[in-house]
């Protein structure tokens, strides 16, 4: 049994040294939303060189709560990680999740165009060029996704990837 005073030191205690250490068992004691757990946070960076958890711990809370620099070099780091890597999903992945995106309505920043006569590939151009793909849904039920091949109006393939040599061939949006 301690009183306040004792209980409050030994808190004290324990928090500096797992600051110290880079004991990710502080986080119990420091929270995630003060500078308290970043230098924890830090101290385990140094000893153990893992973004990836640090990143993942605070990922959400500090472009959220509060800003830190170091924080913002751990996420820049690990996503050049996941670049070197070729883990271009769990980069896409990460960097989606970690910015609140269901909060805005964003306006469409891609529009795919016909490399040959420039007309726009949306869902209402679909035609006989769009192949229907049928596949089981949630629930059991048959899914109907329609995939462009090629260009609706001038017929010609759509072009390959410039990265990986595949065919673009994608999900008509919408569908």
């Known amino acids: 049994y301690l009183d306040d005073g004792e209980l409050y030191r030994f808190v004290e205690r324990r928090t500096s ?53 170091r924080v913002r070099r751990w996420v820049e780091s690990y996503r050049d990680l996941l670049d070197r890597w070729g883990m271009w999903r769990q980069r896409a992945l990460f960097d989606t999740q970690r910015v609140p995106f269901a909060d805005q309505a964003l306006p469409p920043q891609i529009y795919v165009r016909c490399g040959s006569c420039g007309q726009s590939l949306t869902v209402g151009s679909t035609s ?48």
């Open 128 to 175: 006989s060029t769009a192949k229907s793909h049928m596949r089981r849904g949630r629930g059991g039920r048959v899914q109907v996704q329609q995939r462009l091949r090629c260009c609706p109006y001038c017929a010609k393939l759509l072009p390959r990837c410039a990265v990986c040599l595949l065919a673009l061939s994608g999900a008509l949006p919408g569908t």
């Open 17 to 69: 040294q797992c600051v110290r250490q880079g004991d990710l068992e502080g986080i119990v004691l420091t929270g995630l939303c003060n500078n308290r757990a970043i230098d924890l946070l830090q101290s385990y960076v140094n000893r153990t060189a893992d973004v990836q958890s640090a990143c993942l711990a605070v990922g959400h809370v500090v472009p959220a709560v509060f800003e830190d620099d």
